[in-house]
């Protein structure tokens, strides 16, 4: 059953000892649950209190597992005292956020939209503001619940040092923005569409020891097929062999790619990128 906590967060019982926290329609981040301790993977946006929602889970330590740096994968950061990352984005992960870029980034569309948002929600005051990890992880690593481990995997693309958990109990995958049904982002300047493909395929390569996907945008779990699914839109897209489009996003210039099902953006022809911490091309 489905508990709705800060008047924000679904919260819901996935699978043995993993537990979705929801923000309807922005970003889930998953809780496994240990014997010993418990690993919260990415920490939504910060737009309500997630250790709230956290904490009538479970009142096991919880170890932050960020799959990368994007804000609204380090918003709650604040609110834990152990936070694991990328060697290579540990200096991302605690850059400050300001309100203004935030409000160009996020805040100023979903008003727009009309997003209704926690009524203790100021949006004049949100910003970002992520201690520096404590722990930062790199391939091979494994973080030891007490009675299961994440295998920690290296899967760039998305961000160059992004990550994947493999759960040792479940055989589930908890893939960051690598994988998921919906629009694939490869256009920031920390993007790279060839890594986003070798990762893809070094995935399918173990597909059959993955019994689901945790995806943190659109469906919650995929199927361990969608891998294949996703390997072939971006690996399309990186060789030229898609129907493409120049479109905006975040009101800059990027090229879509179409292919069956899903989409992919990468950067506009004769640019590096989208920069997030400047939101210019």
């Known amino acids: 059953m489905d508990r709705i906590v800060e008047d924000w967060f679904v919260v819901r019982e996935m699978d043995e000892g993993i537990v979705m926290i929801q923000e309807p329609g922005h970003v889930q981040s998953f809780l496994v649950l240990g014997q010993d301790r418990a690993a919260l993977i990415d920490t939504g946006m910060g737009v309500a209190d997630i250790r709230a929602a956290v904490e009538v889970v479970t009142d096991l330590p919880v ?51 009309g997003v209704s948002f926690p009524e203790a929600f100021d949006p004049r005051s949100y910003e970002i503001k992520s201690p520096a990890p404590t722990l930062t992880l790199a391939g091979g690593d494994s973080i030891d619940l007490g009675d299961r481990q994440l295998a920690v995997m290296e899967t760039p693309g998305h961000t160059r040092g992004s990550l994947s958990f493999l759960d040792s109990r479940t055989a589930s995958l908890f893939s960051g923005d690598l994988v998921y049904n919906g629009t694939l982002y490869a256009h920031f300047t920390d993007s790279d569409i060839r890594a986003y493909e070798e990762s893809l395929e070094r995935l399918c390569d173990i597909q059959d020891r993955i019994s689901g996907i945790y995806a943190c945008h659109n469906e919650p779990l995929l199927p361990p097929e969608f891998l294949k699914s996703c390997l072939e839109a971006v690996t399309a897209a990186a060789r030229g062999r898609t129907r493409s489009e120049r479109v905006t996003d975040w009101g800059l210039p990027v090229l879509r790619h179409e292919f069956c099902s899903l989409a992919v953006l990468t950067p506009d022809r004769d640019s590096r990128g989208i920069d997030i911490l400047s939101c210019k091309a």
């Open 63 to 113: 170890q932050v597992l960020n799959t990368h740096w994007h804000f609204d994968h380090i918003g709650g950061n604040a609110r834990f005292s152990r936070i694991g990352a990328a060697s290579r984005e540990a200096s991302l992960v605690s850059t400050p956020l300001s309100n203004a870029l935030l409000t160009r980034l996020y805040l100023a569309p979903c008003l727009a939209d």
